[in-house]
């Protein structure tokens, strides 16, 4: 995240999206493509990097001579999943500047191992786009370009991150939405929006943008039904790396605040490493997180949350 408080000149896509009350997050396994972009400067173009977790690290298809048309990822699970639906980062998400100069996918076309095909046109906007599949057994997809936004430099075409979800649970609350004391105005490098802290991406996050360093800042999830938890799984600050992590302010205890008015306070570790936290089980609507106490970053005020979601 970079401090330039630049006016954003690019209006998101505001998803109304939201996943169904149970929806599990499908495991990739291996991976292949029918061309990758070269590598260069030390930076590569893989297609494992469309499930790392990281949307500033993307698979490039390698057709040097046009847009990529027909080019495909293809995506391997562990055995038969009953995929719902995917949510897709389209294009290079390093920053706005390289996402507007790279071709975004506007048609792809999925097909599944059992030799059935479904296309969408996706939205031509830098954020993760929740679409819904006709529900479809499947061990695989290649996903293939069928047609691009152009990009206003470059003709390669990128995938930053994808995922897919199917029909089973590992027990997390699906946040139906969510409210913030505040939110950081989207910059350069994107934008800093609570749902990103539900999205699995480590290197998208929510930030605070109140006057001080985050200290009674707060997110609230609000759940489809009542739902009883007792995990709260939490990517605290910067989660692309340990560095990154410190420069900004870390939470280090939390209040939380349930639906029925009843509170408990968790002690959070100031790392940006994926941590599972445990409290006495609530059956609960909604959860209010306040930031209670932090530990100060390296370089900037500001406290952010990559990924911030309940389970059983
Ligand atoms: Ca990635
Ligand atoms: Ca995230």
């Given at each position: 995240m970079t401090q330039?408080?630049?006016?954003?000149?690019?209006?998101?896509?505001?998803?109304?999206?939201?996943?169904?009350?149970?929806a599990g997050v499908v495991k990739i396994t291996s991976s292949s493509a029918s061309s990758i972009y070269p590598e260069s400067d030390g930076v590569r173009y893989l297609p494992e990097q469309v499930y790392d977790r990281k949307v500033s690290q993307n698979w490039t298809e390698g057709d040097q001579k046009s847009s990529g048309l027909g080019e495909w990822i293809q995506l391997d699970f562990e055995g038969e999943k009953n995929l719902t639906s995917f949510?897709?980062?389209?294009?290079?998400?390093?920053?706005?500047?390289?996402?507007t100069r790279s071709n975004r996918i506007k048609e792809v076309e999925l097909e599944f191992s059992d030799g059935t095909k479904q296309s969408?046109?996706?939205?031509?906007?830098?954020?993760?786009?929740?679409?819904?599949?006709?529900p479809v057994t499947s061990s695989s997809v290649k996903m293939?370009?069928?047609?691009?936004?152009?990009?206003s430099t470059f003709t390669d075409t990128a995938i930053s991150e994808v995922v897919f979800y199917d029909s089973t649970s590992d027990g997390s609350a699906n946040v139906k939405s969510w409210k913030t004391s505040s939110t950081y105005e989207a910059d350069a490098d994107g934008n800093y929006e609570?749902?990103?802290?539900?999205?699995?991406?480590m290197d998208t996050m929510w930030c605070?943008?109140?006057?001080?360093?985050?200290?009674?800042e707060w997110v609230e999830a609000s759940f489809a039904s009542r739902t009883e938890i007792s995990t709260l799984n939490l990517v605290n600050g910067n989660g692309y790396n340990i560095m990154y992590a410190m420069k900004g302010n870390l939470a280090t205890e939390l209040l939380l605040t349930f639906s029925d008015g009843s509170t408990q306070t968790v002690t959070v570790k100031a790392s940006g490493i994926p941590q599972k936290v445990s409290f006495s089980p609530v059956t609960t609507s909604s959860v209010k997180v306040t930031v209670m106490t932090l530990r100060k970053g390296k370089e900037f005020n500001d406290l952010c949350f990559s990924e911030l979601q309940f389970a059983k």
């Open positions: 330039r408080a630049l006016a954003a000149s690019f209006v998101l896509a505001a998803c109304m999206c939201s996943l169904p009350a149970f949510r897709i980062w389209n294009g290079t998400f390093s920053s706005y500047d390289m996402w969408f046109v996706l939205k031509d906007a830098m954020s993760g786009e929740l679409v819904d599949l006709k293939r370009i069928k047609s691009v936004y152009n990009g609570a749902a990103n802290m539900a999205d699995t991406a605070e943008a109140s006057e001080g360093d985050g200290v009674s």
